[in-house]
């Protein structure tokens, strides 16, 4: 197949589109920003996202959520295994965005947690990394920089990063169908 001046063109135009969307458009299209929602519709968005989220990770069972409001506290969320437990502050959330990967981010703690034990590399390194898991309160850095932390963390950036592709497909309208000359 030869790809032809015009084919050429839409494709960059798409690209750049696209681009430009994921760059400059919001998250979400929604009418109010998350700090403005009521505490219902907040739960409600962090439910929703919670049992999507543990859906698609084929998780055994979803976290059991727990919801505070705290501005002065700057912990967003933190998992606890075992418990299968997500502590919410849904005082520090300050947008749609920021409540998805802090949400996957969490959520993929639980995925964690149910293959710590599998006979893999994968069930191996998280066993590795729990046994000398270093804690937020500890060290800042080795915290960011151990494997479950960079592991959860790159799950929540494509995640958010694979929704607002959706989010911009759902609403950007198909182009004329490109036939070649």
């Given amino acids: ?8 063109k839409w494709i960059v135009i798409i690209y750049t589109i696209v681009v430009f969307a994921i760059v400059l458009l919001p998250l979400s299209t929604k009418a109010k920003e998350f700090p403005d929602l009521s505490q219902e519709a907040k739960e409600k968005y962090i439910t929703n ?9 084929d998780l055994q069972t979803t976290p059991k959520l727990y ?3 705290s501005s002065e506290w700057a912990v967003i969320a933190s998992y606890y295994d075992g418990l299968n437990y997500i502590y919410v502050n849904l ?8 409540a998805t990967r802090v949400m ?4 993929r703690h639980d995925y964690q947690y149910e293959h710590m034990n599998d006979n893999t ?4 390194a998280l066993r590795a990394n729990q046994q000398n898991y270093i804690s937020y309160y500890e060290d800042l ?5 151990q494997f479950i932390e960079k592991d959860a963390e790159e799950f929540a ?11 911009i497909v759902d609403h950007t309208p198909e182009p004329e169908e490109v036939t070649e000359e």
């Avoid at 996957?104 to 959520?107: N, T």
């Avoid at 850095?141 to 920089?145: A, M, R």
């Fill in 91 to 98: 005082g520090a959330i300050t947008s749609y965005e920021e």
């Fill in 141 to 145: 850095d080795g915290y960011k920089n």
């Fill in 104 to 107: 996957a981010h969490e959520i």
């Fill in 121 to 124: 590399e994968y069930g191996r």
């Fill in 49 to 57: 996202l919670t049992e999507r989220i543990s859906k698609e990770l």
């Fill in 1 to 8: 197949m030869r790809i032809t001046n015009k084919v050429a």
């Fill in 67 to 69: 919801f505070y409001n």
């Fill in 157 to 167: 950036i494509n995640y958010v990063g694979n929704v607002m592709i959706m989010e």
